[in-house]
T-cell receptor, first 113, second 116 residues
Framework: DSGVTQTPKHLITATGQRVTLRCSPR?????VYWYQQSLDQGLQFLIQ???????AKGNILERFSAQQFPDLHSELNLSSLELGDSALYFC????????????FGNGTRLTVT | QQQVKQSPQSLIVQKGGISIINCAYE??????FPWYQQFPGKGPALLIA?????SEKKEGRFTISFNKSAKQFSLHIMDSQPGDSATYFC???????????????FGKGTKLSVIP
């Protein structure tokens, strides 16, 4: 068990809808990362927060947003969903802003129908 | 764009054999090279990692070989077991030097199947 908790495990929704994915980092970790995993693209970095502030942005669509709360949990909001957004979304955490070592949760599988 | 290229995409090895997965990178600022193991339905889990000041690191049956001049590193799994069947990802990140982006960049993964 990595200590990173993600909810829900599965999410099925329709195109055009909005969903929120939640992540609780390992105890003591200040940095949270979101990754998207699809079959053909591997693990794609979306965004990083460190101690409540946005630290780095990757290939995150404008329809997606995230935040990290004072208790350090993070939420990834996905809106105007498209079929192509169907993927596994992973949250990971690390103690420091440089991301090593990085511990992953078990992901949220999003299916857009 | 920073890239890490991983090969092969899939690998079938007989039980007891050696599994070898290779990765190549472009960014000379990369300073940390971990390997992750992912089982179906689970998140990637850190397996072993190396920094460029050493050419090899061994942990049990798992060994990372690192060639700085060629910008390549590889994972060797000795005495491969069916329980090693999983997807393996190499990754890399730059050395921390203050503000900026230091997230891991991942290879696309290798699906390893170890057959009895």
């Amino acid at each position: 068990d990595s200590g990173v908790t993600q909810t829900p495990k599965h999410l099925i929704t329709a195109t055009g809808q909005r969903v929120t994915l939640r992540c609780s980092p390992r105890s003591g970790d200040l940095s949270v990362y979101w990754y998207q995993q699809s079959l053909d693209q591997g693990l794609q970095f979306l965004i990083q927060y460190y101690n409540g502030e946005e630290r780095a942005k990757g290939n995150i669509l404008e329809r997606f947003s995230a935040q990290q709360f004072p208790d350090l949990h993070s939420e990834l909001n996905l809106s105007s969903l498209e079929l192509g957004d169907s993927a596994l979304y992973f949250c990971a955490s690390s103690p420091e802003p440089w991301g090593t070592p990085l511990h992953f949760g078990n992901g949220t599988r999003l299916t857009v129908t | 764009q920073q890239q890490v290229k991983q090969s092969p995409q899939s690998l079938i090895v007989q039980k007891g054999g050696i599994s070898i997965i290779n990765c190549a990178y472009e960014n000379t600022a990369f300073d940390y090279f971990p390997w992750y193991q992912q089982f179906p339905g689970k998140g990637p889990a850190l397996l072993i990692a190396i920094r460029p000041d050493v050419s090899e690191k061994k942990e049990g049956r798992f060994t990372i070989s690192f060639n700085k001049s060629a910008k390549q590193f590889s994972l060797h799994i000795m005495d491969s077991q069916p329980g090693d069947s999983a997807t393996y990802f190499c990754a890399a990140s730059p050395k921390y030097s203050g503000a900026g982006s230091y997230q891991l960049t991942f290879g696309k993964g290798t699906k390893l199947s170890v057959i009895p």
